[in-house]
């Protein structure tokens, strides 16, 4: 079955350090790949998506590319701040048939010093 | 527009009874999943409704069950709670796009339900 694969945290950086979350699935269709964000007490919130091979998908500074040949999607962010300490989720949702929803990784918690 | 809520947002049962979790959907959604996430771990998926039938499911026993309304809210029930259904428990809404699933689920803040 599908599954995705993230670093285990926590992950603790100094603030305006470069960032990296490394995120590997596996899938028997084409999926579309997502990183999720969790902020204490809250739900998930969609950080960015990517549907197709090669696509990068950015929001608030983070990026990550669709990477098929390594089926990879790795965050990163060039400076990161303390408003971004949160639990960060890859995710990936199958098109191969059936609504089988999202499968999440384990969540990779983000501190960020100041 | 309103976003995703879900209500209550804590509580508290003891092993063998049934709980009731309820979600309002976003505006204009007509598709609604939920998802168990135990602690520290990520969210498990449940089950997905669609036009109030349910079109998916993930590995979870007969006791986890739902419905959706006409107006699109949803019920998740579980029936004979065990301590390990302690989790927070999470609705998504979405509309599905012309490619199915690549448009964005909206999360409500799920209920934090404790078995003792």
């Known amino acids: 079955g599908d599954s995705v694969t993230q670093m285990e945290g926590p992950v603790t950086l100094s603030e305006e350090a470069f960032l990296t979350i490394n995120c590997t699935y596996t899938a028997t269709g084409y999926p579309s790949l997502f990183w999720y964000v969790q902020y204490p007490g809250e739900g998930l919130q969609l950080l960015l998506k990517?549907?197709?091979?090669?696509d990068k998908g950015s929001n608030k500074g983070f990026e990550a590319t669709y990477r098929k040949e390594t089926t990879s999607f790795h965050l990163e962010k060039g400076s990161v701040q303390v408003s971004d300490s949160a639990v960060y989720f890859c995710a990936l949702s199958d098109r191969g048939g059936g609504a089988d929803g999202l499968t999440f990784g384990k969540g990779t918690h983000l501190i960020i010093q100041p | 527009e309103t976003g995703v809520t879900q209500s209550p947002t804590h509580l508290i049962k003891t092993r063998g009874q049934q709980v009731t979790l309820r979600c309002s959907s976003q505006?204009?959604?007509?598709?609604v999943s939920w998802y168990q996430q135990a602690l520290g771990q990520g969210p498990q998926f449940i089950f997905q409704?669609?036009?109030?039938?349910?079109?998916g499911r993930g590995n979870f026993p007969p006791r986890f069950s739902g419905l959706q309304f006409p107006n699109y809210s949803s019920e998740l029930n579980v029936n004979a709670l065990e301590l390990d259904d302690s989790a927070l428990y999470l609705c998504?809404?979405?509309?599905?796009?012309?490619?199915?699933?690549?448009?964005?689920?909206?999360f409500g803040q799920g209920t934090r339900l404790t078995v003792v």
């Open positions: 409704y669609y036009r109030e039938e349910e079109n």
């Open positions: 505006s204009g959604h007509n598709t």
């Open positions: 998504a809404s979405s509309f599905p796009g012309a490619r199915g699933y690549d448009t964005e689920a909206f």
């Open positions: 990517a549907t197709k091979a090669d």
